[in-house]
């Protein structure tokens, strides 16, 4: 019998094997690290798709240093980098070191944070994370949540719990009232829990972008006059187009008023937690029921690490299932998959748990400011470029924009033609890359700065490319729609 190649399990007696593929694979992306020339390569959809499709996944390479050259075919040399300064689209940061040290052991060890039995320790470093996020938030001794894949996973079990306060009532009276500028993952979770687009109530947003409390009184009483249950309150603290921050204690007074769950997205707002001077722009998230925080946005950690917080332990209950296998009821040792819509969970704590522990909130909170005042500083330079329109003047580190050419002015069509061909251009020239989104219908870009390195050099220089791609593309423009409207 041929011997079964076992050096490929993580063990002790393969430690060599272990040690040397690391470091080949910690090589290889250094390489790579320094070779990058900007946030990407422009590569096409189809060229991408292309090049995967040719691997013969059921004919494996010969070895790590093969597998690691086909890795960067495929991936790594035309990735998108968030580290690059002209990277400025999504709401992805660049991640710090300290967590990439932790993200070899989450994955080496395994651990999973189910159960103390599969855990041991992961388990209370998770629960002191989530008592210090709590702590931030400014919840007292009952406060509990868990760690999740993402805000949208965070925001459904907000809405879970919120519908266990409301559980006698039939699906079709409920009502979630969110801004009309909130997460699509409301919508999402309302359908996850068999509530129907139609339980969604879109409230009005003010010049800034935040929730109208006015009118969140007025849907509720609403809600009420129709004898609708208003199941929650979902307020942002940090919207992902405006980075705008609801005014959190009228909607809270409001949530309290008509007894209904008050949601707290905070998923980008998050890290003002521990930002040295702007903590004070969170003032009312301490009367949440339940708050989203996105480490993997504002505290600059690698996807995925995600919490949800409560202010009563005792409202999780919805997430709660006892499994004769797992954690029946009778169990003695803690466990954390009562609070979980996971079973089988990584440690992701275990990065922001090293991040803190190396660095301290403090320069975390730095690092948040400092993106902070760049989107400040960028809008102040250029708010009166007449090519430059922008939406509004920055709540977070979010500028929203629109190229507007010299001569007469384009309609919204040729307006939205035209600056998503300056967006796909940047992307094609491998220059720079920025994000896309509408206001009142109407099309503009989008620069997320989440890059603490990033100077106003750097971000001007990605206006400046906009600028000069849009130039050179309007009258391209100008004449395919004078051809097109003949
Ligand atoms: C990003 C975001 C989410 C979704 O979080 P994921 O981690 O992408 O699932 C939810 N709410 C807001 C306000 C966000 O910006």
């Not at 400025?88 to 395994?110: G, M, T």
């Not at 307020?235 to 007074?253: H, K, M, N, V, Y």
Request: hydrophobic residues 45%; negative net charge; proline residues 5%.
């Amino acid at each position: 019998m041929p011997q079964l190649p076992l050096h490929h399990v993580f063990h002790p007696a393969h430690a060599d094997h272990y040690a040397a593929t690391l470091g080949e694979g910690l090589d290889h992306l250094l390489r790579q690290l320094k070779g990058v020339g900007g946030p990407a390569t422009g590569l096409s959809p189809t060229a991408a798709e292309r090049r995967v499709a040719e691997v013969d996944l059921d004919r494996p390479l010969a070895d790590a240093g093969q597998v690691l050259e086909e890795i960067s075919r495929l991936w790594l040399d035309d990735a998108v980098w968030f580290h690059e300064p002209s990277y400025a689209a999504h709401l992805n940061c660049p991640v710090v070191v300290p967590a990439l040290l932790a993200e070899l052991f989450v994955a080496s060890v395994n651990s999973s944070l189910d159960t103390f039995d599969q855990s041991v320790g992961a388990t209370f470093i998770e629960r002191r994370l989530i008592a210090w996020t709590a702590a931030r938030i400014g919840f007292g001794a009952e406060a509990d949540g868990v760690f999740t894949s993402g805000g949208s996973q965070s925001n459904l079990q907000g809405l879970l719990l919120a519908r266990g306060r409301h559980a006698g009532v039939p699906a079709e009276r409920l009502r979630i009232l969110a801004s009309a500028e909130s997460h699509f993952s409301v919508q999402k979770s309302a359908r996850l829990l068999g509530l129907g687009d139609e339980s969604v109530v879109s409230v009005s947003t003010d010049a800034r972008h935040r929730m109208d409390p006015a009118a969140l009184e007025r849907s509720l009483a609403a809600c009420a006059d129709l004898g609708l249950r208003p199941m929650a309150v979902v307020a942002t603290a940090g919207t992902t187009d405006f980075g705008a921050i609801d005014p959190l204690e009228r909607i809270a007074d409001l949530a309290v008023a008509y007894d209904a769950w008050l949601h707290v997205d905070a998923a980008y707002g998050g890290g003002l937690l521990v930002s040295p001077t702007r903590r004070d722009r969170l003032r009312g998230i301490e009367r949440a029921d339940s708050v989203t925080i996105d480490f993997h946005k504002t505290f600059f950690q690698p996807v995925s690490s995600s919490a949800i917080v409560v202010r009563d332990r005792a409202t999780l209950g919805p997430a709660t299932w006892h499994a004769d296998y797992l954690n029946p009821r009778e169990a003695t040792n803690p466990n954390q998959v009562d609070k979980s819509l996971q079973t089988t969970r990584r440690f992701d704590a275990l990065k922001l748990w090293m991040t803190l522990r190396t660095m301290g909130p403090d320069l975390v909170g730095r690092y948040v400011d400092a993106v902070v005042d760049l989107a400040a500083e960028v809008h102040h330079r250029h708010r009166d470029d007449p090519e430059l329109a922008f939406a509004a003047a920055p709540e977070l580190s979010t500028l929203v924009l629109r190229y507007v050419p010299a001569g007469p002015p384009l309609e919204e069509r040729e307006s939205a033609a035209l600056n998503n061909a300056i967006r796909e251009a940047l992307y094609a020239s491998g220059r720079a890359m920025v994000a896309a989104t509408k206001v009142d219908g109407v099309h503009h870009l989008k620069l997320t700065l989440l890059n603490p390195m990033a100077t106003v050099e750097d971000v001007t220089g990605v206006l400046d490319l906009v600028r000069e791609t849009g130039g050179r593309l309007a009258p391209a423009h100008r004449r395919s729609l004078a051809e097109a409207a003949r």
